[in-house]
């Protein structure tokens, strides 16, 4: 039988439709920091800025130079950070070699309200009390939980494996799973036995960064598996798993691309629109 494809196309139009009238009434700002011109990032931020025309969120778009120092983009920053205009902000990565060591303070220097991407340690450890406290959750994992939402993906009572331990994927995206009462494991490169482990999931996340890697033979019949991963290859986009061989195998799969993607720039508008409201609630 084929598998229930997770469309994150489907998904994300129906957290941004849900989105729009709040933002007709809140009108929040959302500002990309772009340093230098990697072509990846063009193309993320192309995406979340066509996100945020359609549902008519204002934008602004920093487009920094690739040489600029640590010194002058902690000045952006820090404006952006006072300028009550700009409901959040990013700084997409990856950075320019000369600034990558400094990205934790880069990070740690947003203002925890504007974190538009919950990458600081204040969201992130927000996510850590529970569901009721993740207000700026990192928006991958976001969209992952909310991917499995849409579809009516039982969480709770199962055993989800996550292969990933990143600060902004594996990690949050596991707390987020735990807060929704699954039992979780976290695997990573030094995990004895992957596939065992991978085996013993009904819900297998995949963000390991490795094109196809997660095949047929490693997951049980009957699992769901979300595919986390974006890889660039000859033959065009590909996941962390191997798509093909796994359709027949699982209940229930998200392609790459038109899965988690669009789903991780629909969280990003569902943060800017939460930031707005919780800044206005303070005021
Ligand atoms: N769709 C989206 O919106 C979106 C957003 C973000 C990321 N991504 C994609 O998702 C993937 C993961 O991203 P990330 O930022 O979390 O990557 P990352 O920081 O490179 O982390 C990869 C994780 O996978 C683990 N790993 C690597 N090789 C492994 C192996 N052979 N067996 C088991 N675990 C292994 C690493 O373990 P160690 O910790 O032991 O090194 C690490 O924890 C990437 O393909 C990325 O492009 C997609």
Redesign the pocket.
């Known amino acids: 039988m084929s598998p229930l494809i997770l469309d994150g196309k489907i998904a994300s139009k129906a957290l941004l439709d849900f989105l729009k009238p709040l933002v007709e009434t809140l009108d929040p700002k959302l500002t990309v920091v772009q340093v230098g011109n990697d072509p990846a990032s063009a193309s993320y931020i192309k995406q979340k800025v066509k996100s945020c025309d359609s549902v008519g969120m204002r934008h602004e778009h920093r487009h920094l130079d690739e040489n600029i120092t640590i010194e002058e983009l902690m000045e952006v920053i820090d404006g952006l950070n006072n300028d009550s205009d700009v409901t959040g902000f990013f700084v997409q990565l990856p950075l320019p070699a000369h600034l990558k060591s400094h990205e934790p303070d880069i990070i740690k220097a947003i203002d925890p309200m504007k974190d538009i991407d919950g990458f600081g340690a204040y969201n992130l450890g927000k996510v850590f009390l529970s569901k009721d406290f993740e207000h700026l959750p990192p928006a991958?994992p976001s969209?992952i939980i909310r991917l499995l939402e849409h579809f009516d993906i039982e969480i709770a009572g199962k055993h989800a494996v996550v292969?990933?331990?990143?600060n902004?994927?594996?990690k949050p995206v596991a707390i987020m799973l735990l807060n929704r009462n699954a039992t979780v494991t976290i695997?990573?490169?030094?995990?004895a036995d992957?596939a065992e482990q991978i085996k013993q999931a009904d819900i297998v996340i995949a963000?390991?960064?490795?094109p196809k890697?997660i095949t047929a033979d490693m997951v049980k019949d009957g699992a769901v598996v979300v595919d986390?991963?974006?890889?660039r290859t000859d033959e065009g986009l590909s996941g962390?798993t191997d798509f093909e061989g796994l359709e027949s195998k699982v209940s229930a799969i998200s392609p790459v691309p038109g899965g988690?993607?669009p789903m991780?720039v629909a969280s990003l508008i569902r943060n800017c629109v939460t930031a707005k409201e919780r800044q206005m609630a303070i005021r």
């Open positions: 991958t969209g292969v990933g331990r990143s902004t994927v594996g695997c990573h490169s030094k995990t992957l963000a390991v960064g490795k890697m986390v991963g974006i890889h962390d988690v993607g991780t």
